[in-house]
């Protein structure tokens, strides 16, 4: 928990490099560490409030032990159990710390006295922006933001089918079900290690969201399209759309992070994808950028963002505050990608802007900027684009939220470009 609090990285990097190290550690503890580390995750607001409600520190140790006891329900006399100083337990309970299990003891960690972002659990630097985003919607939000995710998996269609993976995970026991609006979607909703999915090392299924998927599926790219997937990150989004292209065409992934860009060719390569190629960018306008200015019929743009929408699944995001950059800095940085990223489609192609944030000022805030100084680009109504998408919390975009949708928080703006383009437009 402190390396998580203390390392500039997300939590689930942080995990991964501490079990390299100690590789002893069993399958089924893993599963139980991440557990409880997440579940930690999910209630630190309301932990530190007790803790401070009864003038002790808000430390790991004492995070723990209210966990423990107001979580888990555990007694006084099996937190001294647990705690036994034993090879591999947590060191004797001091009388102190005894004393505020005790405390704890009978209480629950919900409080009627906590304040309203205590409780759901919502920092302070986005309280206001999302009381603004979902107005009287916004307990319900954040309340479904504190569950626990299910696993989204998604089919290569280049290598097996839906019902080929489902058979194989339910022969395995698995609880697993076709994605509800996915069309190459699997949920499973038990828990278990990534180690027993069939198909994953083959590269015949991947982990991801289904809102993910359904982002991916907005760009409706076609076999022998030209595609550049701008923001690809570690190529989620990319394994997607090369696969909706049949393995025909080509499709770029672009980053400014080298390392992302090499997990995304090892995925790639693993996928069997024949038409996807990575490329390092050395900034949002790279010359790579103006060379190959209105040559690709699809761009998509998964901006850097505050992550809003991926607190359920990742907890630790909500207290990673983005006030280094600032979400004013942050939406900056997505009207520049926006863009400059723009140049690369060519006359009648469309380009589509996402983020997994729920918040307005990174999304339809910033589609509004890029319209009003883009006239040569217009909005392609959800409807038109993904009829089969319903029930989107905005009329004309992609936007999915946890509580309505049972999946991380998305949106997605489809814009296209004029078949001609505006006379005027500086294309440097």
């Not at 097996?160 to 994605?179: F, Q, V, Y």
């Not at 399209?225 to 923001?231: E, G, K, P």
Request: glycine share 6%.
């Amino acid at each position: 928990m402190s390396e998580v609090d203390s390392v500039a990285r997300p939590a689930d990097a942080v995990v991964s490099a501490w079990f390299r190290a100690r590789r002893q550690i069993g399958e089924e503890d893993r599963g139980e560490i991440i557990a409880t580390l997440h579940a930690l995750l999910r209630h630190q607001a309301r932990l530190g409030w007790w803790l401070d409600r009864h003038g002790r520190k808000d430390t790991h140790r004492n995070r723990l032990l209210a966990f423990l006891t107001l979580v888990e329900r555990r007694t006084p006399d099996q937190m001294k159990r647990l705690f036994s100083g034993a090879k591999y337990a947590p060191s004797i309970l001091t009388e102190a710390e005894h004393t505020l299990v005790v405390k704890l003891h009978g209480g629950t960690v919900d409080s009627p006295a906590m304040p309203e972002d205590v409780r759901l659990e919502c920092p302070d630097w986005a309280a206001e922006a999302l009381r603004r985003r979902f107005g009287a919607e916004f307990a319900t939000e954040m309340a479904a933001m504190l569950t626990v995710p299910p696993l989204d998996l998604r089919v290569n269609t280049l290598k097996s089918t839906r019902e080929t993976a489902l058979r194989a995970l339910r022969d395995i026991g698995l609880p697993a079900e076709p994605s509800a609006v996915a069309p190459s979607g699997i949920r499973v909703t038990a828990r278990l290690s990534l180690g027993r999915l069939p198909g994953l090392k083959d590269g015949a299924i991947e982990i991801q969201d289904e809102g993910s998927q359904l982002v991916a599926l907005l760009v409706a790219a076609r076999p022998g399209d030209r595609v550049v997937d701008f923001c690809a990150g570690a190529g989620g989004k990319t394994l997607a759309i090369a696969a909706q292209m049949q393995n025909k065409g080509r499709i770029i992934a672009c980053d400014v992070n080298e390392g992302r860009l090499k997990r995304c060719a090892e995925r790639a390569r693993r996928a069997g994808l024949q038409n996807a190629e990575t490329r390092l960018l050395a900034s949002e306008t790279d010359r790579w950028v103006k060379r190959h200015k209105a040559s690709f019929d699809r761009v998509l743009v998964d901006a850097p963002c505050s992550g809003t929408g991926t607190w359920r699944r990742n907890p630790d995001a909500r207290w990673r505050s983005p006030q280094e950059q600032g979400v004013d800095n942050l939406a900056a940085l997505q009207g520049r990608i926006l863009a400059s990223a723009a140049r690369l489609v060519k006359p009648g192609g469309r380009l589509v802007y996402a983020t997994c944030s729920l918040l307005a000022e990174e999304n339809e805030d910033r589609v509004a900027a890029f319209l009003a100084a883009h006239p040569d680009f217009s909005v392609v109504p959800l409807a038109e684009v993904a009829p089969q998408l319903t029930g989107s919390a905005h009329p004309d975009y992609l936007s999915l939220t946890p509580a309505r949708h049972d999946t991380d928080g998305f949106f997605a703006a489809v814009l296209q470009r004029a078949a001609t383009p505006a006379p005027s437009e500086d294309e440097a």
